[in-house]
């Protein structure tokens, strides 16, 4: 009865809060700290993660929306993972350890009911997670971890006490369901904080741990447990509840680290959408805006695309986003988007490249974690323009096909739906393989190997170009990237020289987009040896524009050296085998049992000098080759261990430095004297 409200009375113990389309009822509390698990977080929802976000799918009882959302992973280990990924890289950033240490965590942590699925059959449970609060969720951890716990160690101890080793098929038959196993295990986790707290406050003078325990055993929550839709004007029943969490969300987001340009891309451009289909006076059918919005948000999965259009398109990522784009730029959609977008960014004018910087970071979410290396130049593509050339942003119906290349014939045709198809798959192929990237001033000055560039264009220009009915030569382009390309791996176009050099194993499962000749049956460009030649940035423009790259470069380009194809690997000089032989293993050792002269002895010292600087140097590559991976916003190496390497480093250089101007002025002399004789 405490939780109803009475039309005479205001008190209670549940808050409203109104929001677009709907009102939410929550209820204050305090949890404890091992039943919350962190949930999706608004500033790295569009990060390039290394543990990909669960799918995130609304749940409803009737036609009524619930006041929880199903986290759909892969497996358990994907949620284990993604639960030390979140805290691990929330630490990374900041930590109010020291003040929660002191004063507990003081403000409310926002949290609402889940429903945790998995897709291979693993049973579900239900929990609560936190949607805002996560750093001083994950602060908590780290008090809890202790003083010398790094991010990683923290990360570790929420993970053990959360899900322990907790199998996730059941032990045997007639066992407890998986959520039941995991709630006994907290229990009996906190059971054993609890003796260990009693150990420590009963002595003298209470430990550090006792007050580790006594600050973070219980935080204060906002719980949401109810909501209702307002009456006309609503989204789907699936999507009121999301929605609203969302809202408070971005009306109380103040963490240490504000939204990055692309979660508030995403955020802008959802909201403006959902705002068209709560006025609900759009042309487009409020069921294909639902839709719409389902496959925004993540929702709707590229799988489930078959269904939802005309002709079963195939259900894979690229035509997830052919059909977004499609979408997205209606003419009786867009300018109200754009309307409503610049509403919420609170600008006068919103053009093109401004509306195409707002579909990057919702285009891009299938192969986000796959294209990790490109990602960033990716979103600079979609921010000079994108796919939205001036056909795209017209009536077109998007042409469903298994193989792209049946559509260079009609567009040559004069089909303006298999031009544009073109346009967006190709298109999206290019910018997301980065064999298209934004055009800059420098890429002019680079050579055709590093990224280079014939002549400036944007990006949008040079698709809109490369899909004219009269260049074949560009719609061929377009049609051979769109079926090659793959959203689960990166082609060996958009890898540099030296990360192909650096390379240890090759992935066997590695494609290539190769350049168009359409002279050749399969029109594929072969050099004078008769190997395929791979798709090149200066390739791709100059198709966009052959009569303007042929003014702009009179001459053919030389063939690239040999020095072009990447970087010389420079080996440590060689010592022969018999002054290795017999050799000690400790540094500078004199043992009697060594014999041989100082100079050999000296000669071998010389080779694991510099075979541990060539060792310490490929560790340093494979660092920045695993940067990408462990997500963009997170150091692959601590500053602290920075410092320190730094510190040895640079000792080792005075050192060598030194040792160099003890060396160099009898060389010198000696040289002067050969010069005088």
């Known amino acids: 009865m405490q939780l109803q409200l009475h039309t005479q009375e205001s008190s209670g113990l549940l808050m409203e809060e109104n929001v677009e389309g709907a009102t939410l009822h929550s209820v204050v509390t305090r949890v404890y700290l091992s039943e919350l698990l962190p949930g999706i977080q608004p500033r790295t929802g569009m990060e390039v993660m290394e543990i990909p976000d669960p799918l995130v799918q609304g749940i409803t009882e009737g036609t009524r929306p619930c006041s929880m959302v199903r986290y759909r992973y892969r497996d358990l280990a994907h949620l284990r993972n993604h639960v030390w990924q979140t805290i691990h890289d929330t630490l990374s950033l900041n930590s109010y350890a020291a003040s929660i240490l002191a004063r507990k965590v003081t403000r409310n942590l926002i949290t609402h009911p889940v429903e945790i699925a998995f897709e291979d059959g693993t049973e579900s449970f239900h929990t609560v997670v936190v949607r805002d609060g996560i750093t001083r969720l994950a602060s908590t951890w780290a008090v809890l971890a202790g003083p010398e716990a790094d991010a990683a160690e923290a990360a570790s101890t929420a993970v053990g006490a959360l899900f322990g080793n907790v199998p996730a098929a059941a032990p045997g038959e007639g066992s407890a369901p998986l959520g039941v196993r995991l709630a006994a295990f907290r229990e009996r986790w906190r059971q054993s904080l609890q003796e260990e707290f009693a150990g420590e406050i009963a002595t003298a003078e209470p430990a550090l741990r006792a007050v580790q325990i006594a600050q973070t055993y219980v935080v204060p929550a906002q719980i949401a447990v109810g909501v209702e839709g307002h009456p006309g004007r609503l989204l789907a029943a699936e999507d009121i509840f999301d929605d ?293 940035q200066w390739d791709v423009v100059w198709a966009s524009n052959p009569e303007r790259a042929r003014k702009a470069h009179p001459d053919p380009l030389p063939s690239p050296s040999a020095s072009a194809a990447g970087e010389p690997v420079h080996q440590p000089e060689d010592i022969p085998a018999s002054d290795l032989l017999g050799t000690s293993t400790e540094t500078g050792s004199s043992s009697a049992a060594d014999s041989r002269p100082v100079s050999q002895k000296a000669a071998e010292q010389r080779y694991v000098l510099r075979q541990s600087v060539a060792t310490a140097r490929d560790a340093l590559d494979r660092l920045h080759l695993f940067e990408p991976e462990v997500g963009s916003h997170t150091p692959i190496v601590p500053a602290d261990t920075l410092d320190e390497l730094l510190k040895s480093l640079i000792g080792l250089q005075t050192d060598i430095e030194n040792l160099r101007r003890r060396i160099t002025p009898d060389m010198e002399a000696d040289l002067e004297d050969e010069h005088f004789q």
Not at 330 to 347: C, F, H, S, V
Not at 465 to 481: I, K
């Open 244 to 536: 609203a969490i969302r809202s408070v969300l971005a009306s109380v987001h103040v963490e240490f680290k504000q939204w990055d340009t692309a979660a508030q891309n995403t955020e802008v451009a959802t909201r403006a959408l959902k705002r068209v289909i709560q006025q609900g006076d759009s042309l487009v059918s409020q069921d294909d805006l639902q839709a719409v919005y389902g496959l925004a948000v993540g929702r709707i999965a590229s799988e489930d695309i078959s269904g939802m259009f005309p002709g079963s398109p195939p259900g894979t990522a690229l035509w997830r986003s052919i059909y977004l784009v499609h979408s997205l730029t209606r003419p009786e959609l867009l300018e109200r988007l754009k309307d409503q977008a610049k509403a919420i960014k609170g600008g006068k004018r919103m053009g093109l490249k401004g509306f195409a910087e707002l579909l990057g970071p919702l285009i891009d979410v299938p192969w986000r974690s796959h294209k990790k290396l490109v990602a960033t130049q990716a979103r600079n593509a979609w921010n000079n323009g994108g796919v939205l050339t001036a056909d795209v942003t017209k009536d077109w119906d998007p042409v469903p096909t298994d193989d792209f290349t049946t559509l260079v014939g009609p567009a040559l045709a004069g089909d303006k739906n298999a031009r544009c198809t073109l346009a967006v798959a190709g298109g999206v192929a290019l910018i997301a393989d980065k064999v298209l990237t934004r055009n800059v001033g420098s890429a002019l000055m680079a050579a055709k190997e590093k990224g280079g560039v014939p002549f400036r264009a944007d990006v949008n220009q040079v698709i809109e170009d490369l899909s004219r009915q009269d260049n074949e030569l560009g719609l061929w382009t377009l049609a051979r990237v769109a079926n090659g390309f793959r959203s689960d791996a990166l082609p060996s176009n958009a890898v540099t020289m030296r990360q192909l050099i650096h390379r240890e194993t090759s992935s066997g499962d590695a494609y290539i987009h190769f350049k168009i000749d359409l002279e050749q049956d399969d029109k594929i460009a072969r050099d004078a040896d008769g190997l395929p030649q791979p798709l090149l």
